[in-house]
């Protein structure tokens, strides 16, 4: 028996095996379509949450090394702050960031962690909370951010994010769009 005659059975299976598994990775694709899933999420959406002792100079400059990153070509950014009262003012600021993929999914993690790991502890996604989202998901995000919160609740913190924003000299929002 020849080795291509020996082997053509085995071959033969594989390619079935091959064939099989891409047929059933066809029919999901197909109902994901169908459900209306977005396949490609071309944006990421980015929580950090510096520690107690960072500065707000600290912060904004961190987050400007990060935006200059140059394969980001698009952001929205905004700082928000967790205080409800004159006493609370700036306690607890962050950022919120949307910006475009660039570049490979692990890139994009291991260089917005490595921008922001002396800001927060960026293993904990509470504090650094990173996100791959599609144009839908975008959509609610900048509204999220821009627009007045759903949340009842979060209603007062954003009437003092705007004395925050003012008395540290900061835009309601910073964009890029190229």
């Known amino acids: 028996m020849s080795y291509d005659a020996m082997f053509c059975p085995i071959r033969a ?5 091959h064939e099989w598994h891409e047929e059933k990775k066809l029919e999901k694709l197909r109902q994901l379509h169908t459900l ?3 396949l490609k999420k071309e944006w990421y959406f980015l929580t ?3 520690r107690p002792d960072i500065t707000l ?5 961190t987050i400007e090394k990060a935006l200059k990153k140059r394969w980001i070509n698009y952001y929205i950014m905004v700082i928000e702050q967790r ?4 006493a609370e003012l700036g306690k607890g ?3 919120h960031i949307i910006f475009n993929k660039g570049i490979k999914h692990c890139k994009v993690i291991i260089e917005m ?3 922001f790991k002396k800001m927060c502890d960026t293993s904990n996604y509470h504090l650094f909370n990173l996100k791959s989202i599609g144009e839908e998901e975008k959509k609610r995000k900048v509204e999220y951010i821009l627009g007045e919160k759903a949340d009842v609740e979060k209603h007062l913190k954003q009437q003092m994010d705007i004395i925050f924003r003012e008395r540290n000299k900061l835009k309601s929002y910073y ?3 190229e």
């Open 13 to 17: 299976e594989i390619t079935r095996i």
């Open 93 to 95: 600021f962050h950022t």
């Open 48 to 50: 950090v949450n510096p």
């Open 175 to 177: 964009i890029l769009e």
């Open 57 to 61: 100079t600290e912060f904004m400059k």
């Open 36 to 38: 209306k899933i977005e």
């Open 113 to 115: 962690s490595n921008t």
């Open 83 to 86: 205080g409800e009262s004159e």
